[in-house]
């Protein structure tokens, strides 16, 4: 709709907004006439203002009461209008502090932006582990832990690593360690879990002998590792903070607000459905989840190889400070997709080659 505001216009609801979003008082005529940069008269700013209500950018909640920005307006404010925030140097040392220990793992990560975003922007929060969908091993590596004891080390998609003691009836050898990872990687490595027959696995139990008897509890013990956290998870932190805002005075609307933050499958669906490119900024009644209808949801995917593992968003009032919200939210992912390198040890790592894509007939 650029085309047809003109410049004068633009001016003004920038102005309306950024000064609303500040005071949370409807901006009158004469007010916006003191501003600096705004050379237009009372009466001027009245006619244009008037025209950018009937237009639905603006809203006038009473008669002789200045005006508030309408969703409309919001939209074409973080369209067109808003200018980037630049985090500041305390802001980027708690960011590059929460990130500096590159082997921590991914979702006890995503749990501590979450409670950063909170700290950072004054809303409430909410970070989501995407739902887990491996379904196979990329490699094994078994550990001698003592005569009937070894460590499973399964290496994931993403380099993510689950480990399982595994106990067997019989005195172990690492030679026969040795042999039962060699086939484990032949026959296992990269088939899908439902794709593993009965037959399959009592040949491989034939073939191994005596070792043959730990595939039975190793496959469990994949099926549990593949398993965990499997439902994704989300976490929301600084509700406390939607109090200080005059929006959520009513029971009714903060009620309705808490309620969307319970949804815990609404907002894992939310996050599958969104864009992996940008930050997405649902205002109002755009938000697929009807109760955030007087809300505004920030939120920006987490991607990982190209899996979405994911997303770090925020939830207030649609009157918000949309440039330091999105700029910090993107930011902070960005970070996370930049740092998330786990440290492995290289006998560890997937052999080259062996990708996600390939599978085992």
Not at 90 to 111: A, C, F, G, P, Y
Not at 261 to 267: A, F, G, I, V
Not at 349 to 357: A, C, F, Q
């Amino acid at each position: 709709m650029s085309e047809i505001l003109s410049e004068r216009k633009k001016n003004i609801l920038k102005a309306v907004i950024e000064e609303y979003i500040s005071s949370g008082e409807p901006i009158g005529s004469k007010f916006l006439a003191s501003l600096d940069g705004i050379s237009l008269s009372p009466a001027t700013l009245r006619n244009e203002m008037s025209e950018l209500t009937e237009m639905g950018y603006l809203i006038q909640p009473h008669t002789s009461a200045g005006r508030i920005p309408s969703e409309q307006g919001y939209r074409f404010y973080v369209d067109s209008l808003m200018q980037s925030y630049d985090l500041t140097t305390s802001e980027m040392n708690k960011l590059n502090e929460m990130l500096r220990d590159k082997e921590e793992q991914l979702d006890k990560i995503i749990d501590s932006a979450g409670r950063l975003m909170a700290s950072l922007t004054n809303y409430p929060a909410i970070s989501v582990k995407a739902v887990n969908k491996v379904n196979k091993v990329l490699k094994f590596s078994l550990l001698y832990a003592d005569d009937f004891h070894f460590l499973l080390i399964m290496i994931l998609p993403q380099n993510e690593v689950k480990t399982k003691t595994v106990r067997s009836s019989f005195p172990l050898t690492e030679e026969g360690l040795l042999a039962l990872q060699n086939a484990l990687n032949k026959y296992l490595v990269n088939v899908r879990l439902e794709a593993l027959t009965l037959a399959q696995m009592m040949e491989l139990e034939n073939m191994l002998g005596i070792y043959g008897s730990l595939i039975t509890p190793i496959v469990k013990c994949v099926y549990e590792a593949l398993g965990e956290d499997s439902n994704g998870n989300v976490r929301v932190d600084g509700v406390d903070r939607l109090l200080g805002y005059p929006e959520y005075s009513s029971v009714d609307k903060l009620r309705s607000v808490l309620s969307t933050l319970e949804q815990k499958d609404s907002l894992l669906e939310l996050v599958e459905n969104t864009d992996e490119n940008g930050v997405s900024v649902f205002i109002g009644s755009e938000n697929t989840v009807k109760t955030m209808g007087d809300s505004t949801l920030i939120l920006k995917t987490i991607s990982i190889d190209g899996k979405k593992v994911g997303a770090i968003g925020v939830i207030g009032p649609c009157r918000m400070d949309y440039s330091k919200v999105i700029s910090t939210v993107d930011q902070l992912v960005q970070s996370i997709t930049e740092h998330m390198h786990p440290t492995l040890p290289t006998n560890l790592l997937p052999e080259k080659g062996m990708t996600e894509g390939e599978e085992n007939d």
